[in-house]
Each structure stands twice: as C-alpha cells, then as structure tokens.
Antibody, heavy 119, light 108 residues
Framework: QVQLIQSGAEVKKPGASARVSCEAS????????MHWMRQAPGQGLEWMGW????????NFAQKFQGRVTMTTDTSINTSYLELSRLESDDTAVYYC????????????WGQGTLVAVSS | EIVLTQSPGTLSLAPGERATLSCRAS???????LAWYQQKPGQAPRLLIY???SRVTGIPDRFSGSGSGADFTLTITRLEPEDSAVFYC?????????FGQGTKVEIK
C-alpha cells in the first residue's frame, strides 16, 4: 500500500533552517508530484509548493519564495523540504502529500512532522 | 488565487443526524475540481471526495459531495461518533490549489 513516512519532530532556534524528509513506498515515486503543506497549531492547511520527482521542477507559494527548497533523491524514493530563516510563525506540522498532477487532489499524506521554532 | 469560505465554522449534532457542510468559492471552480478531506485530532487529512462528488474507495456512502460552479456541499447522513473531525474543502482547478478554513463537526 502507498505510504509516506516523514522524519521526526524538530526544535529550531529563530534564524535556523529545518529539513523534513518524506520517504515514499508502494508506488512509482517518479509518477507523482510531491506537495508540501503546513498547519500551524489550531489553524487550517497551507499549501507550500510541489516538486516533480521525475524532472526536479518545483513551484512554490509566493510567500515562501526565497526561503524554501524542495529536493528529491530518487535512489531512495525520498523528498525533502528545507525552510530557512525560521521565525516563530513557522511553528507548525509539516505534511508531504502526493498528487498525480501539479494541481490536483492529494490521495496520500505523510503523518506530519512538527517543527517548533523557539529561542 | 481562489478563496474558499466554509460554513458553518462548527456544527454540533447528535448521532444519527445529518450534517450539511458548505464550501463557497470566490470564483467558479474549473471543471468542478473540488475535494473534501477529513482530519481527526493528531492525524493527517484523509481524502473523502474528489471531483466534487466522487467518493474515494473505502469511504462510507454516508459521505456524499455535491455542487458545481462556486457552491459545493458535503453531506454526512446518519452521523456516527467517529465522524467527529474537521472537514476541509480544496479546489485544484486553478493554481495554486487552495483550502477552505475548515468546518468542525462535533458529535453530541
């Protein structure tokens, strides 16, 4: 079955960077886009961007441009999200989710990774 | 970007009752590309409905989606205690895809 397994929780200081991984299994990794969303405590879902594991192409939400990097390692079916210059407002649960197209619904999600930013 | 407004914010109903959740878009959703997700506390969202009305395999038929254009509805008939969750709509017809702010369903 399709599984997306994310890395564990992280605590970071303001100004630092955080890197979250998402290991995929149960499907052809390069056939699906990998999207990243986040959810601040008690808040809704916020789309951050996507990466096409087949081509490496990326597309980011405007508010994260210049601060977000998305990469993949197709040899181990893993996607990575890196967010730099962290602020307290970046404290959230970060999710990876797959979609068959760049703009589509998300049929499988990772379990989520808490990134807490605190001095 | 398309803004999705969900209502009501919270719905408190008894087991066996019907829940009607609304999702209204700021403009028409291309090809009715509208999905619904259920999120329980501490869990990732789960896809319920896509294409406005297509139910994902394994989702109980108590869940149904309807609507077109800019107005969409998720209906949950015969509520069960495990249906307590926050429900989000998402449009994916226009990039960037966007989510509504969610409707919380509480079971009395």
């Amino acid at each position: 079955q399709v599984q997306l397994i994310q890395s564990g929780a992280e605590v970071k200081k303001p100004g630092a960077s955080a890197r979250v991984s998402c290991e995929a299994s149960g499907y052809t990794f390069t056939a699906y886009y990998m999207h990243w969303m986040r959810q601040a405590p008690g808040q809704g879902l916020e789309w951050m961007g996507w990466i096409n594991p087949n081509t490496g192409a990326t597309n980011f939400a405007q508010k994260f441009q210049g601060r977000v990097t998305m990469t993949t390692d197709t040899s181990i079916n893993t996607s990575y999200l890196e967010l730099s210059r962290l602020e307290s407002d970046d404290t959230a649960v970060y999710y990876c989710a797959r979609a068959i197209r760049a703009a589509y619904y998300f049929d499988s999600w990772g379990q989520g990774t808490l990134v807490a930013v605190s001095s | 970007e398309i803004v999705l407004t969900q209502s009501p914010g919270t719905l408190s109903l008894a087991p066996g009752e019907r829940a009607t959740l609304s999702c209204r878009a700021s403009q028409s959703v291309t090809s009715n590309y509208l999905a619904w997700y259920q999120q329980k506390p501490g869990q990732a969202p789960r896809l319920l409905i896509y294409g406005a009305s297509s139910r994902v395999t394994g989702i109980p038929d108590r869940f149904s989606g309807s609507g077109s254009g800019a107005d969409f509805t998720l209906t949950i008939t015969r509520l069960e205690p495990e249906d307590s969750a926050v429900f989000y709509c998402q449009q994916y017809g226009t990039s960037p895809g966007t989510f509504g702010q969610g409707t919380k369903v509480e079971i009395k």
